[in-house]
């Protein structure tokens, strides 16, 4: 079930120093995403295993402070709890991310105690909108649900969009956050056309930082906290 592994991240999780572990399997199809070769190509990508990541995070649990289970999407994976429940039996605290479809296993993870920390993306409003950042219909009601049940949960979380230039405009993202509120964290992350699953999208330019900030600026009254991932200098090029 885990198919890649970044074995020290500083990134993942704010303020933390956690494994990243990658699952194969997805129900979304964003043409923004760049883990797509684990999707498309589970082979180049063979299962590790429990036994090696285990020796690992053993082997590095004085710096550790957890694990962070991304994808693909987590929640499509059988063994997920089972792999959930290790780690935590480890001392490690576990941070799950999720593209919401899927609110009853959610629910499930975070009744048994094994979720200290949810990411969820909230890649467009409500609506039929959503289609879009997904790559297909998703089911909008379910996403919702999880929505909802994140911020009443009492787990930490967080919500974040990445802004890609060809399918949100600025007021897709601000409806977000107005949604959100002001007990919720945001983050608002940058594109990248590097690798991305629609190959089109590698020839889109990110919003530049003044376009992003502008954004960043209109949301921030909306929400809790308001974070900013990725934003860097747009060159001609590209990032
Ligand atoms: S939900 Fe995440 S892993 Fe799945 S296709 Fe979208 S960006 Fe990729």
């Known amino acids: 079930m885990i198919h890649a592994i970044t074995e020290t991240s500083f990134l993942d999780w704010d303020g933390q120093v956690v494994t990243v572990l990658y699952t194969a399997k997805c129900n979304f199809r964003c043409p923004f995403c760049h883990n797509w070769p684990l999707m498309e190509d589970p082979e180049k990508h063979p299962e590790m295993k429990w036994a090696e990541i285990k020796k690992f995070l053993k082997k590095?649990?004085?710096?550790?402070?957890?694990?962070?289970?991304?994808?693909?999407?987590?929640?499509?994976?059988?063994?997920?709890?089972?792999?959930?429940?290790e780690i935590k039996n480890m001392g490690l605290k576990?941070?799950?991310?999720?593209?919401?479809?899927?609110?009853?296993?959610?629910?499930?993870?975070?009744k048994k105690g094994l979720v200290d920390y949810i990411a969820m993306d909230f890649?467009?409003?409500?609506?039929?909108?959503?289609?879009?950042?997904?790559g297909l219909e998703p089911d909008v009601k379910k996403i919702t649900e999880s929505v909802e049940f994140i911020i009443n949960s009492g787990i930490d979380h967080e919500f974040r969009t990445t802004i890609v230039p060809t399918i949100h405009a600025k007021d897709d993202i601000v409806e977000i956050a107005k949604y959100l509120g002001n007990k919720e964290k945001y983050a608002?992350?940058?594109?990248?056309?590097?690798?991305?699953?629609?190959?089109?999208?590698?020839?889109?330019?990110?919003?530049?930082?003044?376009?992003?900030?502008?954004?960043?600026?209109?949301c921030e009254k909306h929400v809790g906290k308001l974070v900013i991932r990725g934003l860097k200098e747009v060159t001609e090029q590209g990032i």
């Open 188 to 218: 608002l992350q940058q594109f990248n056309p590097e690798n991305t699953w629609d190959i089109e999208l590698r020839d889109v330019k990110p919003l530049s930082q003044e376009e992003f900030m502008e954004i960043a600026d209109a």
């Open 123 to 134: 890649k467009m409003p409500l609506d039929e909108r959503y289609s879009k950042p997904a």
């Open 94 to 110: 576990v941070k799950l991310d999720t593209n919401g479809t899927r609110p009853d296993i959610l629910k499930d993870l975070v």
């Open 60 to 85: 590095h649990d004085d710096f550790l402070d957890g694990v962070c289970i991304t994808g693909g999407e987590p929640t499509m994976e059988f063994g997920l709890e089972a792999l959930m429940q």
